[in-house]
């Protein structure tokens, strides 16, 4: 990548995060909009950083919310894709299943699942990862199902078996569909442990924090909150996006990075 | 039975569900000889290397690879086609120690014998790019290097230059004679294009239309190396325009 598009890459979206509370601060301002309707963007963000005591220790929960259920849901989703594709009887048996789980509306799920498991960790991390195994499914179903089919007959006549195959073939061929899926349930994982933290009506959590203040007309602590839950998921994509930039290097580069000395290209001298 | 032979098949034959591929056929292939099979599109060309690679099954005959009995037996060919079927995860160095890789693991030997090959041949600058970064031409050099590197005595060309244009395929005709004069494999190279079959081999076999069989098994002896001037001499254009009438004849034209 080169520079340029490197400085475009990091400026593009911070520039695009400024103007949009730019255009906020002008519409609270020359739209006269009461503060108990919307405050300013910095009342908004010094409402969260002024009560960050109370704050903290419930966005840790969020966040912990988010990444447990997220891998299991990762996990499982793609563990899924592979059986998926491997037993074709599966396809008939599970499929109908993972749609019905995706049909019942989460927010409806969130309250029996409180009642199952408590007030504790465990219903938020069902949920993320119930949200999230899906699209993780689906990808890499799709990956597996459209990895090179006279690929796999080269492996073949070279005297591959099939877990060799898998292994050199079919997992990686199947990483960068594996990945969308990964970064399609990286958007929603916050709003699952958001969900979860609503239905549990007791307890202490970033979602009930916001209530109450939205219960105290406290419109700064309101928009603060969605804020910071937005910042949640926003970085735990920038991190998948992260991970899948260094995980497929071959997408944006024309040569391997070499890490170890001695393995230096070498120059034919002919 | 022929001591020079490294390949003996007899009475092979193929029919799937009611088309007959292969009609029974007889082929001994010299060790070391560069072979071209030529032949109507469907004539069973593709098949036979399938059942010579193991993929499937003839449904009669035998078929003794270096004095083995091979039938459905996978491992003991090199094979390539005419789409080059590199991983684009893999760098060029990666793709062709694959098969390494595909039976276990890739050790230093396979490594060291891989970047020789590369550097050998014309892809010593390009060992750590990946393929994404390559020509056409350059790609089915890979894709030949990985084939060289299992290591079998038998290469299976599936019209491997099949879609490269005609300067690039020249380049990589005469590159693919040099890489087998050192290496002394045997191979046997299905193609479309007779000019390709005379220039290439010591031995054409022209194949008649489905159920496929050998018809015409011509001697190529034209002096090597073979160069620009080999596709000018009157030698070559005698076995290329018999290659032809054969094949046309063949379908009835
Ligand atoms: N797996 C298969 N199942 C059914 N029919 C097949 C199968 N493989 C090949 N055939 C048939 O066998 C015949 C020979 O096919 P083959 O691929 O060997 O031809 P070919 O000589 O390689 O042709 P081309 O020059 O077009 O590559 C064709 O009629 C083809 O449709
Ligand atoms: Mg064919």
């Known amino acids: 990548m080169t520079k340029k598009k490197l400085l475009l890459n990091i400026f593009g979206p911070i520039l695009s995060v400024v103007v949009l509370l730019g255009l906020w601060q002008a519409i609270v301002v020359w739209g006269n909009v009461a503060p108990y309707i919307a405050p300013k963007p910095w009342d908004a963000i010094r409402a969260v950083t002024s009560n960050w005591s109370t704050l903290a220790p419930l966005t840790w929960w969020t966040i912990k919310e988010t990444i447990y259920g997220y891998l299991v849901g990762a996990f499982l989703g793609a563990f899924l894709g592979v059986v998926l594709n491997k037993i074709p009887l599966m396809q008939r048996v599970l499929y109908p299943l993972l749609i019905l789980t995706q049909a019942i509306p989460i927010i409806a799920l969130a309250p029996p699942l409180v009642m199952i498991l408590g007030f504790g960790v465990m219903p938020k991390v069902v949920i993320v990862a119930w949200i999230v195994f899906f699209p993780v499914t689906v990808s890499v179903l799709d990956g597996l199902n459209h990895v090179d089919k006279d690929l796999m007959t080269l492996a073949k006549v070279f005297g591959a078996n099939s877990m060799r195959r898998f292994v050199v073939l079919e997992m990686p061929a199947a990483i960068t569909q594996l990945f969308s899926g990964l970064k399609i349930g990286a958007t929603y994982a916050v709003t699952g442990a958001i969900i979860g933290e609503l239905a549990a009506s007791s307890g202490s959590s970033l979602a009930l924090y916001q209530r109450s203040a939205s219960g105290s007309l406290d419109a700064a602590g309101v928009y603060g909150t969605t804020l910071l839950m937005t910042a949640i998921g926003i970085i735990w994509f920038l991190l998948v996006v992260g991970a899948e930039y260094l995980a497929t290097p071959w997408q944006r580069r024309s040569t391997a990075r070499q890490w170890r000395r001695g393995a230096k290209p070498v120059l034919t001298n002919n | ?253």
């Open chain 2, 1 to 253: 039975m022929s001591s020079s032979s490294i390949l003996e098949l007899r009475g092979i034959s193929k029919t799937f569900a009611s088309t007959t591929a292969l009609s029974p056929l007889d082929l001994d292939i010299e060790r070391g000889s560069f072979v071209s099979i030529v032949g109507p599109s469907g004539c069973g060309k593709s098949t036979l290397f399938n059942i010579l690679s193991g993929l499937i099954q003839p449904d009669n005959g035998s078929i003794s690879l270096e004095d083995q009995n091979v039938i459905g037996a996978t491992g003991h060919v090199g094979y390539m086609l005419q789409k080059d079927l590199l991983v684009p995860w893999r760098t060029v160095l990666g793709n062709i120690t694959l098969g390494a890789r595909l039976k276990g693991k890739v050790g230093p030997e396979d490594k060291e014998q891989a970047m020789g090959f590369a550097q050998k041949y014309g892809l010593g600058e390009f060992l750590h790019h990946y393929p994404s970064a390559l020509s056409g031409g350059m790609r089915q050099r890979v894709a030949l290097m990985r084939t060289l590197a299992t290591n079998h005595q038998l290469l299976l060309l599936d019209e491997p230059f099949g879609a490269l244009d005609a300067q690039t395929r020249f380049e990589m005709q005469q590159w693919l004679l040099q890489v087998w004069r050192d290496t002394q494999r045997t191979v046997l190279f299905i193609t479309h294009d007779v000019d390709e079959a005379v220039f290439l081999s010591d031995r054409v076999l022209v194949m008649s239309p489905r159920p496929g069989r050998v018809v015409d098994d011509l001697r190529v002896d034209l002096p090597r190396p073979r160069t620009l001037d080999t596709l000018v001499s009157p030698a070559f254009t005698d076995l290329k325009s018999r290659v032809l009438h054969q094949l046309h004849r063949e379908r009835g034209a």
